[in-house]
Structures are given as C-alpha cells and as structure tokens.
C-alpha cells in the first residue's frame, strides 16, 4: 500500500506559518525590526538632548525627554532628525534584564558616533542610546549595560503646529524646524517671504536647522516642508513681519 499524499495545498499553508512564526521571533513581520539599546547618563536636562540635531531644548522643540541618539545607519547624515521610533526590549532574547510587553515611543534628536572598533553605534548596527527614563520604561533597573531590542518607525503625533526657530544674521537665515508630525523627518524646504514670488530652496545646514541667503528681514515668512514619506504642507506666513532672530512660531497645520 503506497504512502497518502499530502495535497499541495495543505504544504504551502505550513510553509507559510512555519516562515510567520519564524519571521515573529526575530521581529521582521509587521515591520518591527532587530537592534539594541542603551541609555545615556542620568542628566535628563533637555538642553543637553538635542545633540547633533540641533534642537536647544526638547521640550521647547516638543519632544520631552523620550528620546535617543541613534546609529549613524538610522540617522543618515541628521536626516532623521524628529522620527519616531516604537521600542521594545526583545525580552525572548534577554529575559533577566527586559521587561516584558512593554513599548516605548521615542523621537531621534542625536547621533551615536562610531568608534570603529566594533562598538555598537559602528555600521551596520541598529542602535538606540536612549535617554535613561525612555529606557528604564523597557527594561529592568539594575542594567547598566545593553540590551536587544525590537523596533519599527511609526507616525509622530505632535501636539500644536510645526515650529519655526528663526536663528542667524542680516541675509542669513538659519531655522530650526522641530514638533513636525507625520513621519517627522524632513526631506527639503522652501521658504518665501512676502515680497518673493517664488519659493528659495533651503539647504540642511546640521541636524534640524536649514540655511538660506537671502534677506528676508519685515517681511512675512512663509515655509513649504517636504518629509521623507513624500508629504508635503505649505505653512503660509506663519512668520509675520515683525520677526526677530531668535523667536519661535508655530502653525496653525500640522502633518498626520
């Protein structure tokens, strides 16, 4: 008597399982993602979190302290400055130092530099070195050392409208663009002001701050934000003409 066969059908339906529940463990389904983390002294001073993004203050750039330097492979040359990130301490690879089912929103403000000796900041690593409240939310106190982490980039959902930081002298125009919703990175921006008739490209001079040349003093000032998922909103003079260096303004619109 010959073996029974097992219908094709039924071998693509395990198939498809077996490489779900895999995929699972690992956290490469539903976008969520293998790094680590760590977190960074006990100064949860918000002037001190901004880093090489350039934001003064967190919490005047509305991100509060949950927040984390990232590896230069996620920060990509500051461009991922204000995205948000949903981590999770993988507590199936590390069960004595992760707490369980426990996830953290935080927002990209800094760079992890690499040592290039193999540090965890070094390409092509995923790296979080997250403020010490972010990361006491995931994972036991006790641990001061590293952690694995599951993580997946997700929407910011901001309170208010965008902020405009106006820096710089004379003709040049530096601004801090920071509490950007969305998918919270920036990828170009366009300024104008009110006796222009076209936008002037901007160009990223560090981190959130973007430079322009062009004298735009008592006129009123209006941006058009372009963010790597490909939105793009115009904040029409959300600067009036009595703007000094040094002032912030925020939209009445915001990215979803």
């Given at each position: 008597m010959g073996s029974a066969k097992i219908p094709s059908v039924f071998l693509l339906c395990f198939v498809f399982l077996v490489t779900v529940v895999f995929k699972g463990i690992n956290g490469q389904v539903n976008n969520w993602l293998n790094g680590h983390a760590t977190f960074y002294g006990a100064n949860q001073n918000p002037t001190t979190l901004g880093g090489a993004c350039g934001y003064d203050n967190t919490f005047h750039a509305g991100f509060g302290v949950n927040t984390a330097a990232v590896s230069g492979t996620l920060f990509r040359s500051g461009e991922a400055c204000g995205a948000c990130y949903q981590v999770m301490c993988n507590y199936r690879l590390d069960p004595k130092w992760c707490l369980p089912r426990r996830i953290m929103s935080v927002t990209a403000t800094n760079f992890c530099p690499p040592n290039n000796n193999?540090?965890?900041c070094d390409p092509p690593h995923d790296h979080f070195d997250m403020s010490m409240s972010a990361f006491f939310r995931i994972a036991r106190q006790g641990n001061e050392g590293i952690v694995p982490v599951l993580y997946k980039r997700v929407s910011c959902?901001?309170?208010g409208g965008v902020r405009f930081t106006l820096k710089g002298q004379s003709n040049f125009n530096m601004v801090?663009?920071?509490n950007v919703g969305g998918s919270g990175d920036v990828k170009a921006v366009w300024i104008t002001g009110s006796n222009l008739r076209s936008w002037v490209p901007m160009h990223r001079n560090w981190?959130?701050?973007?430079?322009?040349s062009i004298d735009l003093r008592g006129q009123k000032l209006s941006f058009k934000l372009n963010l790597v998922d490909g939105k793009t909103l115009e904040f029409s003079n959300v600067v009036p003409s009595t703007w000094k260096f040094g002032q912030t303004f925020s939209s009445q619109n915001q990215f979803y």
């Open positions: 193999g540090g965890w959902k901001r309170r801090m663009i920071s981190g959130a701050n973007w430079q322009s």
